[in-house]
């Protein structure tokens, strides 16, 4: 029996991964904001560490004598004015304690564009994360997911209260967004094999997706014709901030589609690529059904 911990584990992604490794017969610590919301988890075995990952010697703590750890860069604070010197500083966190705790293998789940040092939005935090954890010479896997699936869910009070998709890439454009439960597959299998050597895994879906998919699905699950409105890309933080989204993100989100659409977050030639099977149906109906 192997000892992994496990970051975000009420979360789409740590959530799955934390519930396979327990049923593989594995121990899991798992890093909560909330005991209350991680009851289910602790019903099925976990260790539930309640704590932040902004606190080096509490990660530090939770890592010590662990064979894998699933880690992720979080989201910022709503209301953060600065959401990338947030994101360097958990960078700076989470190198320092995966160096002192000795933990073997880290799995961190980042995202196509990582490799790029800028022009990426808030991608760019996990390019300084990536960056950080080499320099700790401790056995890495940098998960490089694509667009999760799930994200369309964002969209659900716009479409229910206004009946409209915002879209800010043209209508047709299909991209293999990947399930997260698909993401947690992939991380597993990588917590227990791990690599000889650090590696980058580049995640994302068999099945393509336009707007114009994303805008039908939502209108057969609403009983309500969605329609698409399309806006340019310009005008994306002014809408996100309307949305309710902070100003530091929704400049950094901005930047991020406009480098989406310069083609700065594809696979890295040279790396393995994995592929989700899920549908968008089946990643996101059990969210209608709730």
Known sequence: ????VVAGATGHV?????????????????????VDKAKALAGQGAELLAGELGDASFLTRA??????????????????????????RMAHVEATAVAESGVRHVVLLSSWG??????????VGLHVLEEALKKTGVLATFLRAGSFTENLLAMLPAAQQKG???????????MATIATRDIATVAVRSLLAPPAATQVVYVMGTHEYSAVDHAAYLSRKLGKD???????????????QQGGVGASMASLYQEMYEGAMKGLLGVEPGHRVEKGPSTLEEALDPHFSK
């Open 1 to 4: 029996m192997s000892i992994f």
């Open 14 to 34: 740590g959530s799955v991964v934390a519930r396979d490794l327990l049923a593989a017969g594995h121990k899991v610590r798992a890093i909560v904001r909330s």
């Open 63 to 88: 890592l010590r004598g662990a064979d894998g750890a699933f880690l992720l860069l979080p989201p910022p604070p709503h209301d953060s004015p600065d959401v990338r010197a947030f994101q360097d």
């Open 114 to 123: 990582a490799e790029k040092p800028s022009g990426t939005g808030p991608i």
């Open 164 to 174: 409209i998709l915002p879209n800010f890439f043209p209508p047709e454009h299909k």
């Open 226 to 240: 969605i329609q698409l409105l399309n806006l340019p890309v310009s005008a994306a933080s002014g809408a996100m």
